[in-house]
């Protein structure tokens, strides 16, 4: 006889939930912070409405950078406002025009906005093409600095490994077996 409760059902059902969020949770974290690091990416925080309804305020957009050439109509891309200016805008591309000397140059919108960007983009100020987004994560993006975000990820990454490994041997240390304990025999 055992002196330990059975969770049964429920607890098995309590066990794969509390795995699946912290598998959940680091795959985010990876595709988040360390998928634009290894890929040469860059996370930029949408802080406008005016790429709704697809890429709402909080969404963290990474963008890959594209040679120029790659960029086609309905992209979505990442432009410095003015050149050598850390401001940019992430804006969908409506048109692509050049000049009479050849130059390129990409008309852009808002997706939630009515006209066209009154200034047409040239290659050197994008950025980048989008690769994907996350929803809400450009919030987190934005309260840390890329060092603190470096740190922070790095405890949550080890604090979650460590509450996966208690849990392991937890659930592990259930199952064992118990062993009846022999008698012993004490000779006076």
């Keep these: 006889m055992t002196d330990r409760p059975h969770g049964g059902l429920l607890g098995w059902f309590g066990q794969v939930l509390a795995w699946l969020v912290i598998l959940g949770v680091a795959l985010v ?17 949408v802080l406008t409405g005016s790429m709704r309804p697809t890429y709402p305020p909080g969404t963290l957009v990474v963008v890959k950078p594209v040679d120029p050439d790659q960029i086609r109509i309905g992209d979505v891309i990442t432009y410095q406002l003015e050149s050598s200016k850390p401001a940019v805008a992430t804006h969908r591309v409506i ?18 906005n ?12 994008v950025r980048g093409k989008l690769w994907y987004s996350a929803p809400y994560l450009g919030y987190a993006n934005n309260v840390v600095s890329a060092s603190q975000r470096h740190w922070a990820v790095l405890i949550v990454a080890l604090g979650l490994i460590g509450y996966a490994a208690a849990m392991f041997v937890a659930a592990f240390g259930e199952r064992r077996p118990h062993r009846p304990r022999r008698a012993r025999h004490v000779m006076t």
Excluded: M, W
């Design 29 to 45: 974290l990876t595709v988040a912070v360390l998928g634009p690091r290894l890929s040469g990416a860059t996370p930029y925080t």
């Design 114 to 125: 009515e006209s066209a960007d009154a200034d047409p983009v040239r290659p050197v100020q």
């Design 95 to 112: 048109e692509i025009t050049h000049n009479l000397a050849g130059e390129t140059r990409f008309t852009t919108k808002g997706d939630a």
